[in-house]
């Protein structure tokens, strides 16, 4: 049994889904349990960071508190001492001075008396005096030790010695020691300082300060709580691992608990020791018990020593709780899972569904598709049988050996298709095909790429040639590779054979049998040196041909061709008939005075006798126009026969001297770069401003042509406008400025602009059917004005007025230009609807020097006012012109003090 493709797409999509789901299902049980493993060791080691991160943390910030407590202890004791001494350094001083009568040992009973009455409110505060021997001359608690010397008593600490021999020495000193009193040690502060010939020193007696100090700080961190859980305390031991304070276990303050072990047996006192032998913080884990339970459990401690007291403040945190934390999370994981198994059911479910309205749908456009590859097969056989029918197709490997041929390939070369398989392509090659040929053809198919091109190949018989259009195809691989390659070529032998046949016909005059006017320009065209050509003209033919009509003069063509034929065929390069009754002779050989010696011979040659018509004779006379050199050899040699023609001279050697061929000269290079510059769109438009005299700012600007020289020089239009008139070129000019000046302005509608157009413009249909549509793209007949040429008469008026009304219906304003150069028509100002009068600027630049000038403005404003006409001066060139035209009710002004003509406004 056979299924289609589209039925075994969607078996196979059924089968698919349900594998992945199963395999889905059992993977992500399982991946999850791998995930849940090592996601719980990830907790265990983030809880465990995090905690020693916040115990160490809090800890250094109870260690920074109780180093600050410290601090200001010891700052408050020593600026009580500092006070004190500054107090007795007054004291003796207003002694001294209150009793300088008194003799030394009288005066300094009275000070010791003095100073002995300004008793401490407790014992733990004295004063002594001794003098620079060190001699203790006075102390406010024991007497006894009055008279011994501390530097050299083995009663006193090498402290204290230091701190007198460093007050003796510089007049200050401090210092901390331990003093025996009545057999008990007592740590003393004291306070020195030089006063006279006496060194005084003040003192106290901390231990019992530093002990409720001490008390205060235990009391603080009775309740102190840390952690995340707030469940954290602190401990403090000494140096010595003495239990100075603990908030639950009260029974081991006062102990020593170096030989202290955990129920697993680790001495942690002793190890705590030994972390902190080189440095001040340490971590370690033991196991202690819980408070307010017998349990104990494993517990990650923190201790830093307060080098100040001797002291370690330590911490921790109980792994029991990260237990609870685990089973919490395993606890929330599972719900998880399972509301992922659920999840993962429903989206399978979902997907099952989807899955198999897809299958389903595939399986169709599957069906579909094997309908259309079917179809498709088909129609490639029919093309493959169309294209072995009509092209010559062969197929080769990469290194040009046949591989297939088709039946029109044997056909045509002769060969069978088993004498050419496994052999070199250029068994059908043509000898004379060039070998740059073949050589361009690799190169490009061994790129990549097409090659097109048209081959001459050889039958197997050697007789017969023929000639192939021919395309190689490089067929490639799924990776881009070329793997071999399929010429396909049309046989186009007859289409050649045709186009020869042609071509001759086109080189050959019909009529005369001469050689036409194509094959003279191949002949110009392809000459490497100077040449000679002569054109040759029958005088007023077209009489002959209205005589005799058209046949008759068809025969005196071809009397006139043999005569010219036999006289010059051997003594030039070639003879010729151009177009109706122009002829011409082309030499590349001999000199210019030999040419025309032979022209003028052929003249009088071809005039000397009569020619037949029917049964009477007629004389003919000829024109010549004869030029030399190696440019424009034929223009100049057209140029020749027409001056020749108009001067009524039987032959004309052109020279660019004659004035009338320097006209004809000039006017045929201003038509090749008028043409060029079109083409290379230097004809551009230049914007000149328009001033209102009334607003005082510039509302409008005319558009100017001009002609950009190659090397960029600006040519106004005067030097070239009629030229172009009396050419087809003159529209193109026109609608080029149009176009450029409409794309300038489409974005700046607050101006208006006006465009110059001429009689020859107005009457041209294709012209101004350009500008309404180019103006209608853009929506800008309201911002236009057409600048009509005043000084032309108009011709044509009910054809020029028919196309104003036009442009006027869609709002485009009219102005006369140039008003009052030449052809000055009050009535047809009002015939045309104008809108504007633009007085010439050979009125408006006289206004400074005639009268006549100001009058004949005046009139024109005049009348342009009370005809609702609006004028403009030109040439307005100075503050005065523009003074004397606002004075005479000019409306707008124009010209060089306004702004000159630029490219861009």
């Known amino acids: 049994m056979r299924f289609s493709l589209s039925k075994l797409s969607f078996f196979n999509s059924l089968f698919t889904i349900l594998v992945i789901s199963i395999a889905l299902s059992i993977m992500a049980g399982y991946e999850y349990n791998a995930f849940y493993e090592k996601k719980k060791e990830e907790l265990k080691k983030e809880y465990i960071e995090k905690n020693k991160r916040l115990l160490q943390e809090e800890v250094a910030m109870e260690v920074k508190r109780i180093n600050n407590i410290i601090s200001d202890f010891y700052f408050s004791v020593f600026s009580i001492l500092d006070s004190r001494v500054h107090m ?34 407790n014992a733990d505060n004295y004063d002594f005096i001794f003098n620079e021997q060190g001699e203790i ?29 460093k007050v003796i020495k510089d007049g200050e000193a401090s210092a901390g020691y331990v003093f025996v009193r009545n057999g008990v040690k007592r740590k003393i502060y004291t ?24 008390k205060n700080i235990f009391k603080s961190l009775e309740y102190s709580r840390l952690g995340v859980d707030r469940k954290g305390y602190f401990w403090v031991t000494n140096s010595e691992n003495v239990m100075l304070f603990h908030p639950f276990q009260k029974e081991l303050i006062s102990k020593n608990l170096t030989e ?39 517990k990650i401690a923190y201790v830093k020593k307060i080098p100040k007291w001797d002291w370690v403040l ?93 039946s029109l390939f044997e056909q045509v070369s002769g060969y069978k298709k088993e004498e050419v398989i496994g052999k070199a392509h250029r068994i059908v090659r043509h000898p004379s095909t060039p070998k740059e ?10 790129s990549g790429n097409v090659w097109r091109g048209v081959l001459k190949n050889l039958s197997k018989n050697k007789k017969r040639s023929y000639i192939n259009k021919t395309i190689i195809f490089p067929i490639k691989d799924e990776f881009d590779t070329t793997i071999e390659y399929i010429s396909t070529s049309i046989d186009i ?86 177009y109706a009754d122009v002829f011409a002779l082309y030499s590349k050989k001999g000199r210019k005075e030999e040419f025309e010696s032979l022209v003028r011979e052929l003249l009088a040659q071809l005039s000397l006798s009569a020619y037949k018509v029917l049964k009477s004779e007629i004389n003919l006379n000829f024109t010549a126009g004869m030029a030399y050199g190696d440019v424009e050899l034929m223009a100049y040699a057209d140029m020749a026969l027409k001056i020749a023609k108009k001067t009524n001279k039987d032959l004309i050697v052109y020279d660019k001297n004659i004035s009338i061929a320097k006209q004809f000269e000039e006017n045929h290079i201003w038509m090749k770069k008028l043409s060029h510059a079109i083409r290379d769109e230097r004809i551009v438009p230049f914007f000149q401003p328009i001033y209102n005299l009334r607003s005082k700012k510039i509302e409008k600007y005319e558009v100017l042509m ?15 406008i009629e030229i172009a008139k009396k050419t087809r070129i003159y529209p193109s000019l026109t609608m080029s400025v149009v176009e450029q000046a409409v794309s300038y302005f489409k974005d700046k509608t607050a101006y208006s602009f006006s465009i110059n157009l001429t009689l020859e413009d107005l009457l041209n249909k294709e012209s101004m059917d350009y500008i309404y549509t180019t103006l209608k793209q853009h929506n800008l007949f309201a911002n236009t004005i057409f600048e009509i040429v005043e000084s032309e008469e108009l011709e044509s008026f009910e054809d020029v007025e028919k196309t104003l009304k036009r442009f006027k219906q869609k709002g485009v304003q009219i102005a006369i230009d140039d008003f009052g150069s030449g052809y000055s028509n009050y009535s047809y100002l009002l015939k045309l609807d104008v809108d504007f009068i633009k007085i010439d600027g050979s009125i408006i630049k006289d206004l400074l020097t005639k009268a006549s000038a100001k009058d004949l403005v005046s009139s024109v404003v005049q009348f342009a006012q009370k005809s609702g006409i609006k004028t403009v001066a030109e040439f307005v060139s100075s503050q005065e012109i523009s003074k004397i035209v606002q004075e005479l009710g000019v409306d707008y002004a124009q010209g060089y003090y306004y702004g000159k003509p630029e490219k861009q406004i």
């Not at 006063?195 to 300060?209: G, H, K």
């Open 437 to 446: 040929t073949f050589e361009d053809m690799w190169r490009v198919i061994q």
């Open 137 to 165: 001359l006075f102390h406010s608690l024991e007497k006894r030790l009055e008279g011994l010397n501390i530097l050299e008593s083995s009663e006193f600490a090498p402290e204290l010695k230091n701190s007198v021999k």
């Open 706 to 720: 001009r002609y950009i020289e190659e090397d960029g020089k600006e040519v106004s239009p005067y030097s070239f």
């Open 260 to 298: 202290l072990k955990t129920k697993n047996g680790v001495a942690i006192f002793k190890e705590v020791d030994k972390l902190l032998q080189d440095k001040d913080e340490a971590f370690l884990t033991y196991d202690w018990q819980v408070p307010d339970t017998d349990e104990y459990a494993e």
């Open 493 to 578: 032998t007859e289409i050649i054979e045709q186009r020869d046949t042609l071509q001759n016909l086109f080189l050959t005059d019909a009529l005369t049998g001469l050689a036409s006017r194509i094959k003279l320009l191949n002949e110009i065209n392809k000459s490497q040196t100077s040449g000679f050509l002569a054109l040759i003209d029958i005088a007023r033919f077209t009489e002959v041909n209205d005589m005799f009509g058209n046949q008759r003069g068809d025969d005196i063509l071809k009397q006139v061709a043999k005569r010219l034929f036999e006289f010059a065929n051997q003594r030039v390069d070639g003879v010729f008939r151009m």
């Open 314 to 406: 330590g911490s921790g945190f109980y792994l029991k709780d990260l237990d609870e934390f685990l089973q919490n999370e395993e606890k929330k994981q599972k719900e998880f899972l399972d509301t992922l198994i659920l999840k993962i059911l429903l989206i399978v479910s979902v997907l099952f569904a989807i899955v198999l309205s897809i299958s389903w749908y595939i399986s169709q456009r599957f069906e579909e598709e094997e309908g259309r590859q079917k179809r498709h097969l088909k129609l490639l056989e029919q093309y493959k049988q169309i294209l072995d029918l009509s092209a010559i197709v062969t197929k080769t490997d990469l290194s040009g050996r046949i591989k297939e041929v088709n």
């Open 191 to 214: 306070d020195m300082k030089k006063v006279n010939d006496f060194f005084i020193a003040s003192c106290v007696y901390i231990d019992n300060l530093e002990a409720e100090l001490q």
């Open 88 to 121: 007795i350094e007054s004291l003796i001083h207003s002694q001294i001075k209150t009793h300088q009568y008194l003799k030394n040992k009288q005066l300094n009973k009275h000070i010791f008396d003095t100073i002995n009455s300004l008793n401490y409110s």
